[in-house]
């Protein structure tokens, strides 16, 4: 069975720090990634998205992966945190067009 | 543009009693996805539908059942509730052939 792992369970940082958070996966085949962000109380958004292609890929409010196939790793990173990501950050794989599996969350916490 | 509408956004219970949870997808989307999130806890796949059959099953336990009709839209149908289904419920929805899924804002059940 295919698993995420996420090792930062909990992240604080300063206003305008730099973030990476590291994303592993386990599954050996073709599999598609994500990043979601939950903010408090709120459903799952999709912040970026991995199917093929450039191994870097950019999303929205300046987040941006980089996918290593080598190292079976997808890690979110962003140059300059503000208070407002202040949210959940989950990874998650799929195989396929099947359902999502995701990692345990890394719940980042930005201070002003 | 149109999302995915769950209702209801909120639900109490008691011990024992039933529940029936609705997600209506994106108009076009033929597959629908229903994941638990237990407090603290990442999502967790529980079944999935395509053209109104059963796609794919995760975690479902025996006591929940679900459907997707004619229209597209799936029902979470859940019996002899235990304390421990307290959690949010995502539906998602997608277009076969498209990887990415569209989730819903989800309905919290709390079970007393």
């Known amino acids: 069975a295919q698993s995420v792992s996420q090792h930062n369970h909990h992240v604080i940082l300063s206003e305008a720090a730099s973030l990476e958070l590291g994303c592993n996966y386990s599954y050996g085949g073709t599999v598609n990634l994500f990043w979601y962000v939950q903010y408090p109380g709120q459903h799952l958004q999709l912040l970026l998205k991995?199917?093929?292609?450039?191994?870097l890929v950019k999303g929205i409010k300046g987040f941006e992966a980089e996918f290593i196939k080598s190292k079976f790793s997808f890690n979110l990173r962003k140059p300059s945190v503000q208070w407002s990501d202040t949210a959940e950050y989950f990874c998650a794989s799929q195989p396929g067009r099947r359902a999502l599996t995701f990692g345990s969350g890394t719940r980042l916490q930005v201070q002003p | 543009a149109a999302g995915v509408i769950q209702s209801p956004r909120h639900l109490i219970k008691e011990k024992r009693e039933t529940a029936t949870l609705k997600c209506y997808p994106i108009?076009?989307?033929?597959?629908v996805y229903w994941y638990q999130q237990g407090p603290g806890q990442d999502p967790q796949f529980l079944i999935s539908?395509?053209?109104?059959?059963?796609?794919d099953k995760g975690s479902i336990p025996d006591r929940f059942s679900a459907q997707q009709f004619s229209d597209y839209h799936s029902e979470l149908n859940m019996s002899s509730l235990e304390l421990g289904d307290s959690a949010l419920y995502f539906c998602?929805?997608?277009?076969?052939?498209?990887?990415?899924?569209?989730f819903g804002p989800g309905t919290r059940l709390t079970v007393l």
């Open positions: 991995y199917f093929s292609g450039d191994p």
């Open positions: 539908f395509y053209e109104k059959m059963q796609s």
């Open positions: 998602a929805s997608t277009i076969s052939g498209v990887n990415e899924q569209f």
């Open positions: 108009p076009r989307h033929d597959t």
